[in-house]
């Protein structure tokens, strides 16, 4: 059964940091492209980062300097570190699998607000 578990969300100070986990299971974790969407309120899912199997990554150009995508293939864990969090970073962060087919978590709120 595949399961993507998404942890590490909360309610930050702008200027602060989060860190995000997904930890999955039921495929091989180690050839799938792992991504981190998000989604605010009355806006569409917009990709944040993204790591390959080969650990190249993508960024949004909006978290580009602020947010870091890394993979544990030992742990089957992607993460987002996530720091200078401002308002607008305020959104449910997705996990997602990608190859050949698609798996999504159900997602980790976080807010940045003073």
């Known amino acids: 059964q595949v399961q993507l578990v998404e942890s590490g969300g909360g309610l930050v100070q702008p200027g602060g940091s989060l860190r995000l986990s997904c930890v999955v299971s039921g495929f091989t974790f180690r050839v799938y492209v792992m991504s981190w969407y998000r989604q605010a309120p009355g806006k569409e899912r917009e990709l944040v980062a993204a790591i390959t199997a080969g650990d190249t990554t993508n960024y949004a150009d909006s978290v580009k300097g602020r947010f870091t995508i890394s993979r544990d293939n030992t742990k089957n864990t992607v993460y987002l570190q996530m720091n200078s969090l401002k308002p607008e970073d305020t959104a449910v962060y997705y996990c997602?699998?990608?190859?050949?087919?698609?798996?999504w978590g159900q997602g980790t709120q976080v807010t940045v607000s003073s």
């Open positions: 997602n699998a990608h190859w050949i087919v698609d798996h």
